[in-house]
């Protein structure tokens, strides 16, 4: 039989780092094969292998049965391979149009071209505006708009880098539909993930690899979520529930926030009231783009609140500064990494130092305690298992998921009495994802509060005991879960859509 | 007033601001790409002496425009040089590159500042350029004006109309993402710098061969400075550096007229004017816009590419 892609015995090194070591793995035409592994497992380097992006040290590569070495991007792209990348590689202040002629090599900017996007983007169920500037979108638009400029490529081979992981369940459903659409239009697709789930339900082959190399070849379907998990991490999940909950007083409260946008595509928000109690954990489901960042920016500080609309142990904290409220215990862990939750060109040392509340031991009347500094960087990468060589690697060159889990930790240290997290396992893997959620929970089991802003529904049901959902700028009520819950919340969500 | 003076003012005031659309259209393409060359003035300087000593020597003035050009590249190509092969500061080569253009100029025009040259004489059209008013004011300059605001057109249109413009703007907004889906972030920086040199050497030419016909090695007096803050004006939209050369152009004809009119403030007040003017717009710009997110400006602006990342 004739295979799309075979690879054979491919090894990159970086240093003494053996990123790939002797991978084999074959894609037939017209399947969708899935990469599993855990951050760090090489599945990144093996696909730049793929897309030109990167060379291999030794190995071979054959494309149709024929030898395949692409030198570049350009001329994987000639072959028909597209790629859907994990850290989105688009352009902020360019429109969408411009962004997806941008990755065609083909196309003029003569061709009128919007309508076919939005042709593409009607078939594939990926809603978007052309015109829109994608500085101005959220995460999970972005990404459509990053499948989408794939899609219009009519590859012969796909890869998608953790594509789900910003979409909503119907968008999720919507996107399978248009992949098993594309597979059958005989196009192969190479299926980077970490929901086992998903996987399951979607590909018919998968490869898993660990820490640089090949674990197995296998038909995921024969295998259950767990067994795949622990191949994948190589060791035994933990199970999560959290058993007795115990929750004490209202420790914070959102008191009749609205908010007018000021940004011409923002969310204005309605009316927005939530209690949340120590001990307890509330979830905020919802689309992106519902509002999210607009009460993010609140919550935060990095926007002042209305006079007592923001109240935490009974102070009035709406005009307080991001480190004003930390000082207060309020600690946060927004939803962009880089930029807003750390500084992407400082080492994690700096980043760590940068988000402790003044009176710390990690200064000394403003002096900075550097060995103070150092030991709690490396107990914070010690606990949550956050893979770098050392307390100084800059924040910007550590994968998304091990920033994710440096950030948490980072916060978690500190023993927050109120945590407000949004996306807290975005990019995650399954592993990882795994530790964070126990760390969460533990941190509720202590006393704290814990305030969830996420996208993903597993996450927020496996957490949290109270869910509300933010839909077009207004909060709903607690959602009751005892009696349907699953489809009242689906349905708040969507509900805005259908408008 | 009467309508010959406000005539001789309008011509004036285009012909002042012809300089700074060169030398800002070419550094707004330069900037749009992410690269922020502050070597501007230098490059003028260089171009203005190269086109004074070929029109001097030669007595074409098209062979002096044309050393202007080269002359101006050829000064941007060492920036091009250190800057995107090099990978030095962007900062700190564009000043050096500046202090160097004045000091060479300086060196090598030593020689002709006691020399006179044919001033580059103005197109005349027959019937267009003899209509009242119209044709003096739109059919009788030098064609350098005509082709200054061509090159407005010009840029506007490769940055908004072509591929390669579309891909320029790219690299500046994010040459990490351009490099991945496979654009050469390295060659399109180096052309536009190239052409951001060409720029500002006509500009400077203009100064030694339309404006004044002497040689002077402060001739170029700043106009390289202001020009890059008609980028930041114009928030890198082409067709506002027009409007920020006239303003600026203005305010210069302006202050020259007011001494002939004895206006009783001293001489050097006024000269400060355009500069004053230069940076209060700056920041009125700023005050105004405090609140939005400025999307114009390209966000890698003047930061350094590795292309191995």
Redesign the interface.
């Known amino acids: 039989m004739k295979y799309q892609l075979e690879i054979q015995n491919i090894t990159k090194s970086y240093g003494d780092l053996k990123a790939n070591d002797d991978i084999s793995l074959s894609i037939k035409p017209a399947s969708i094969h899935a990469l599993l592994g855990e951050n760090g497992a090489g599945k990144s380097t093996l696909v730049k292998v793929i897309y030109?992006?990167l060379q291999a040290d030794s190995g071979q590569m054959q494309w149709c049965g024929e030898g395949y070495s692409p030198k570049?991007?350009?001329e994987a792209?000639e072959q028909g391979i597209a790629m859907v990348?994990q850290h989105?590689?688009?352009?902020?202040?360019?429109t969408v149009a411009?962004?997806i002629?941008?990755?065609l090599d083909d196309?003029?900017?003569d061709t009128d071209f919007t309508e076919q996007i939005i042709k593409y983007s009607k078939q594939y169920g990926l809603d978007i505006n052309p015109q829109q500037?994608v500085?101005d979108l959220s995460v999970g638009a972005r990404q459509r708009v990053e499948i989408i400029r794939c899609l219009m490529q009519n590859p012969k081979l796909l890869i998608m880098d953790e594509p789900t992981s910003v979409l909503t369940p119907q968008e999720v459903t919507d996107l399978f539909i248009t992949l098993r659409k594309l597979a059958e239009d005989g196009c192969a697709i190479l299926y980077i993930s970490h929901k086992l789930e998903e996987v399951r339900q979607l590909c018919s082959e998968a490869t898993i690899l660990r820490g640089g190399q090949l674990v197995q070849n296998c038909n995921p379907q024969d295998h259950n979520k767990q067994e795949l998990a622990e191949m994948m991490i190589g060791k035994k999940l933990v199970q999560l529930a959290r058993s007795n909950i115990t929750t004490g007083q209202d420790i914070f409260s959102i008191n009749n926030l609205s908010r007018k946008s000021?940004?011409m595509f923002g969310v204005d928000l309605h009316d927005i009231s939530l209690t949340i109690k120590q001990g307890s954990i509330v979830g905020i489901a919802g689309v992106a783009g519902n509002g999210q960042d607009e009460l993010m920016e609140l919550l935060i500080g990095e926007v002042e609140a209305p006079a007592d609309s923001l109240i935490f142990k009974g102070e009035d904290v709406g005009r307080l500064n991001p480190h004003q409220r930390r000082q207060l215990s309020m600690f946060f862990i927004p939803e962009e990494r880089l930029g807003h939750g750390a500084v992407p060109d400082m080492g994690l040392h700096e980043n760590m130092l940068l988000s402790r509340p003044q009176k710390s031991e990690m200064t000394n009347y403003g002096v900075i305690n550097w060995q103070n500094v150092e030991k709690l960087t490396q107990q914070v990468i010690d606990d949550f298992k956050v893979q770098t060589q050392s307390s100084k690697m800059l924040a910007k060159s550590l994968s998304g998921g091990n920033l994710q889990k440096f950030m948490v930790g980072r916060e978690l240290i500190q023993n927050p009495e109120l945590l407000i997290v949004s996306q807290p396992t975005w990019g995650v893997d399954a592993g990882s994802e795994n530790n964070i959620h126990q760390s969460l929970i533990a941190l509720a089991d202590q006393g704290s509060a814990i305030l969830i802003i996420s996208q993903d529904l597993d996450e927020i049901l496996t957490l949290c005991e109270q869910v509300h959902v933010l839909s077009e700028g207004s909060l709903s009520a607690a959602v009751d879960m005892e009696d349907n819950g699953l489809e009242k919340i689906s349905n708040l969500m969507v509900g805005s859509e259908k408008q | 007033m009467n309508e010959g003076l406000i005539i001789a003012i309008i011509i004036g005031i285009s012909i002042a601001s012809v300089p700074l659309i060169f030398a800002a259209i070419g550094e707004l393409l330069v900037e749009r790409s992410g690269v922020l060359n502050l070597g501007v003035e230098g490059m003028m300087i260089v171009g203005a002496l190269a086109g004074f000593v070929i029109e001097f020597h030669t007595g074409s003035s098209f062979l002096a425009v044309l050393a202007a050009l080269l002359a101006g590249m050829a000064i941007a190509s060492i920036f091009a040089f250190l800057t995107q092969i090099l990978l030095t500061n962007q900062v700190a080569t564009g000043l050096a590159l500046t202090l160097f253009g004045l000091g060479i100029a300086a060196f090598i025009g030593r020689g002709y500042s006691e020399e006179n040259i044919q001033l580059i004489s103005a197109i005349h059209i027959p019937l267009l350029s003899d209509f009242p008013i119209v044709g003096p004011l739109l059919f009788s300059y030098n064609p350098l004006v005509y082709l200054a605001f061509f090159m407005v057109f010009l840029v506007w249109w490769f940055l908004f109309?072509?591929?390669q413009g579309?891909?320029l703007?790219?690299i500046g907004?994010?040459h990490?993402?351009?490099h991945?889906?496979?654009?050469n972030v390295i060659r399109y920086r180096v052309l536009a710098i190239l052409f951001g040199g060409a720029m500002a050497g006509i500009g400077g030419a203009f100064l030694s061969l339309v404006q004044v016909p002497i040689w002077g090695e402060d001739m170029t007096a700043g106009r390289g400075w202001i020009a890059i803050g008609l980028v930041v004006f114009s928030s890198w939209q082409p067709f506002k550096v027009i409007l920020g050369a006239l303003i600026f152009g203005g305010i210069t004809i302006l202050q020259l007229h007011a001494q002939g009119f004895d206006v009783r403030i001293s001489a050097q007040y006024l000269s400060m004017l355009p500069y004053l003017a230069t940076i209060v717009i700056l920041v009125s710009l700023r005050m105004r816009d405090k609140?939005?997110?400025n999307?114009?400006m390209?966000?890698c602006l003047g930061r350094i590419f590795h292309s191995t990342s």
């Open positions: 030109g992006s570049s991007p350009f792209r990348f989105f590689s688009l352009f902020e202040s360019l411009e962004n002629i941008l990755g196309i003029g900017l500037v500085g000021e940004d | 109309k072509t591929k579309l891909t703007r790219a907004d994010n990490d993402a351009a991945a889906i496979g654009h609140n939005k997110t999307r114009t390209p966000n």
